[in-house]
Structure formats: structure tokens, C-alpha cells
Nanobody, 123 residues
């Protein structure tokens, strides 16, 4: 199983980025997929998730600005990030967990992880 995250970069405050997480060896349609982020010196935190049934959840800090979506035909999950602020600067990770396991906002419940993609928001 491999998850490949991409799409990070440097953007000015107020700008937008779209992250992608492409999977091989598993089907997103039977997994919950989540995006987490880790800023320097901080713990990894939940950002957004989409369940196997398509239900979406967001951290309060990104509600209304970020949108998670997926393309099952491409086996890819996206995180559209708008109105970015410097506090969004972090390495962003996608993860996948079996739908029956644990809860969507705990990173320890995720089985598979992609490598991080760095998002830097300048003020």
C-alpha cells in the first residue's frame, strides 16, 4: 500500500492550494481518508476526513475554508485549501484507516500514511 501526497508549496496569505493523495494497493471507497498536519514544534493534528460513505468532517480551524473531496475512479483524495493564513503552515499528511477502526480524528487509528507535503503560507 502506498499513499502519495502532493500539491504543497509556498503561497501568500489569502491564497489557495489543492493537495492530492493518490493511493495504490487500497481502495478509498472502503477506507476513511484523513488529512492531518504538523507544524514545527507541534503535534500532528486532524484537519479533515472523508469516510467510505462520503461523510466529511473538519477541524474547527479550517471549516469554511478547506474542502475534502475524492475521485474514486482515480483513487485520489483532495484537500482544497482557500483563504490560507500563516497558521496553516505545516507538513500535511494523508492517512487511511479501515472504516470500522477507531475514530476519524485520531491519527493513531490510521493504518496507512503518505509522506508529508509542505505548505508554507507567507504573511
Amino acid at each position: 500500500v502506498q499513499l502519495q501526497a502532493s500539491g504543497g508549496g509556498l503561497v501568500q496569505a489569502g491564497g489557495s492550494l489543492r493537495l492530492s493523495c493518490a493511493a495504490s494497493g487500497l481502495t478509498f471507497g472502503i477506507y476513511t481518508t484523513g488529512w492531518f498536519r504538523q507544524a514545527p514544534g507541534k503535534e500532528r493534528e486532524f484537519v479533515a476526513s472523508i469516510s467510505s460513505a462520503g461523510s466529511k468532517n473538519y477541524a474547527d480551524s479550517v471549516k469554511g475554508r478547506f474542502t475534502i473531496s475524492r475521485d474514486l475512479a482515480k483513487n485520489t483524495v483532495y484537500l482544497e485549501m482557500n483563504s490560507l493564513v500563516p497558521e496553516d503552515t505545516a507538513a500535511y499528511y494523508c492517512g487511511a484507516k479501515p472504516r470500522y477502526r477507531g475514530t476519524y480524528y485520531l491519527d493513531n487509528d490510521y493504518t496507512y500514511w503518505g509522506q508529508g507535503t509542505l505548505v508554507t503560507v507567507s504573511s
